[in-house]
């Protein structure tokens, strides 16, 4: 079961209120799709990478070819570029737990990871912990953000966050640095724990795939962050591209 803590305002917590009794995200969880990751796949990528980095996390030896991993079932463009120590240093567990600071202030992972990773910003860096401990993060991409954030008034739908991304070209980034980066990666976390709750609480069950029971990486039916994490995702880009949602829809995640 993931932390049930959140530092949320009254005014956060009512448009989380409105969102969860509006949007059906068990169907959004359930049509999640990027690149070879479907339900119906079993999300047979990201269960390999969840195992391969949550062992290594325990360990504190995430090295820089996990990184690459990520990198590429996300796909980065520019993989040949990231370098970091290897290993290097993310004590986000204490004896197979969660260390105590995630409870309050998960984005301190963010602030550990960025000196010691390079050509990796808001977005891959939140992904490292997401793979690495998905009960308790989840990933902070540029669809979420313009959907849930600010910089795309075109598509936002819900103003969760104080981030905004930004385009460069035909590419979405998240602003890197700006004012509320990376603090706001906690009000993220914190809205992603309290969506799990209130879907816990209401009986309302994750349709996890088998093959993340197989690995024993989530308990059946209960919502995480990374799950909660997905279904916004799926949302997102069906918001931002109604007429393709699946795949990559020519946007590369690389902020």
């Known amino acids: 079961m993931p932390i049930q803590y959140w530092e949320l305002s009254d005014a956060l917590c009512k448009k989380a209120d409105s969102f969860l ?60 570029k990231i370098q970091c120590h290897d290993p290097f240093d993310l004590p986000i567990y204490e004896g197979g737990a969660p260390a105590s600071w995630i409870k309050t202030d998960p984005a301190k992972g963010i602030r550990i990871i960025r000196p010691q990773v390079k050509y990796v910003g808001p977005t891959y860096s939140s992904k490292i912990l997401r793979f690495s401990m998905p009960h308790e993060f989840g990933a902070l991409d540029t669809r979420i953000t313009r959907v849930f954030g600010r910089g795309d008034p075109d598509h936002a739908y819900l103003p969760f966050l ?32 309290y969506m799990a709750y209130k879907l816990n609480e209401s009986g309302i069950k994750c349709p996890h795939p088998p093959l993340l029971y197989d690995h024993k990486l989530r308990e059946p039916g209960i919502w995480e962050c990374a799950d909660v994490e997905m279904a916004l995702f799926s949302f997102a880009s069906a918001r931002i591209y109604p007429s393709s949602t699946q795949g990559k829809n020519g946007e590369k995640r690389i902020s």
């Open 162 to 193: 104080e981030i905004e991304a930004e385009p460069i070209g035909i590419k979405w980034f998240i602003k890197n640095p700006q004012p509320a980066w990376p603090d706001e990666y906690s009000t993220f976390i914190f809205i992603l724990r």
């Open 21 to 80: 009794n509006t949007v059906n995200l068990l169907d959004w969880y359930q049509n999640y799709h990027w690149s070879a990751d479907t339900k119906n796949s079993n999300f047979q990528d990201i269960v390999s990478l969840e195992i391969e980095l949550i062992q290594a996390a325990k360990q504190n030896a995430i090295r820089c070819s996990h990184v690459r991993k990520i990198a590429l079932w996300g796909a980065h463009p520019m993989l040949d």
